[in-house]
């Protein structure tokens, strides 16, 4: 195990290690739009207000970013308690000011953001690549700006999906007018 967390703090060294002022604030953004799902929050209110009928959606996205969240801050970072990479090695280079609190492992912002992805590109397949991108370049934010090992974003990824396939049980409650294929009937 203790391999394990060294060659991640490495891997964290060297994607992190590209640092531009231009970059810096692109992916520091990304990181704040990510926090509580807050870009995920407010292309549901969006979605929404503009199509009344698409509001279940908009629920469902409530639903898994609120599902995340107790699953990531209230039951694994407690259990886990790993520290955050400017905690456990004081050189690491923090983009911005803000420095979480809360333990590393796992990520909430990549947690949550797969989790909205998922429930959005059910309801909109044709758009599923865009809903992925953007969940991925938020969670490769929080290890760029210096506040997540990658151990700590994979994890999280995977706590996403998995919280995003329960709230949709593999389909939207509503898909926006796209045929979504049911699974396929075994033989």
Known sequence: MSSLLQQDAALRGVLSGFHT???DWVMWTLSASGGAGAIWLVIAV???AWLPRVRPVAWQVVIAL???QIVVD???KPIVGRARPFIAEPTVTVVG???PSTYSFPSG????SFAAAVVL???LPRRRAWWFLLAA???FSRIYIGVHYPLDVGVGIVVGLAVGLTVTGGSAWYTLGFPVAPPPVPR
């Open 21 to 23: 002022p231009w970059l």
């Open 74 to 76: 209230g039951v694994v």
């Open 121 to 123: 590109a059910s309801a």
């Open 46 to 48: 969006v979605m929404a």
């Open 97 to 99: 000011e803000y420095r």
């Open 66 to 68: 609120a599902l995340s």
């Open 137 to 139: 370049l938020i969670a």
């Open 109 to 112: 912002h990549a947690s949550q």
